[in-house]
């Protein structure tokens, strides 16, 4: 097997997670339009995001926000973005890498992306440090609603799925 060197799959991840940044920045300036709103999916326990502890409680793993109408002080950073969300009624400020996202989303206009960065366990043990998600695990509490993210934003036809890509690459 030939080895990858130059590590394609994360300068893609890393073109990707640009793509969100440019997103959010547009909307922080001109605001959606249309049908426009965001799915954001992000690792709860990735060094630097912060959330509140009972959000943190109720999502050990992962999380989706939704960016569409009740989210203020959207500010995005060189390698993150802060957002005030509404949560059982409390106004919280969370705080995301872009590198602990795991998946993007525009329902409005059927685009999504999904980042493969537990397709590889070498690179989730090199970002994610003393936590559980060291190695992926067959059955989880979020699973379910983790599934059904990955189930509808692959549902998309703009996906860009990086997966089917790594199986080609094994095979050789």
Do not use: C, W
Not at 2 to 24: F, S
Not at 54 to 63: F, I, R, T
Not at 67 to 89: G, I, P, T
Not at 117 to 141: F, G, N, R, S
């Amino acid at each position: 097997m030939i080895e990858d060197y130059i590590r394609y799959d994360q300068l893609i991840d890393n073109a990707m997670r640009q793509v969100v940044k440019e997103a959010l920045i547009k909307i922080t300036k001109e605001g959606f339009a249309g049908e426009h709103h965001f799915l954001i999916s992000f690792f709860t326990n990735y060094e630097g995001v912060e959330i509140p502890e009972h959000l943190k409680k109720k999502y050990p793993e992962e999380m989706t926000i939704v960016l569409q109408h009740q989210y203020e002080d959207l500010e995005v950073k060189e390698d993150l973005f802060r957002v005030v969300l509404s949560f059982e009624n409390n106004r919280e400020q969370i705080i995301i890498p872009f590198a602990a996202l795991t998946s993007f989303a525009d329902p409005g206009v059927r685009f999504g992306l999904k980042f493969n960065i537990l397709a590889d366990e070498a690179l989730l043990e090199e970002l994610v440090e003393d936590t559980e998600l060291k190695k992926p695990k067959k059955a989880t509490k979020n699973k379910k609603n983790s599934k059904k993210t990955e189930k509808n934003i692959a549902s998309s036809k703009n996906v860009v799925d990086l997966s089917k890509l790594r199986d080609k690459k094994k095979q050789t």
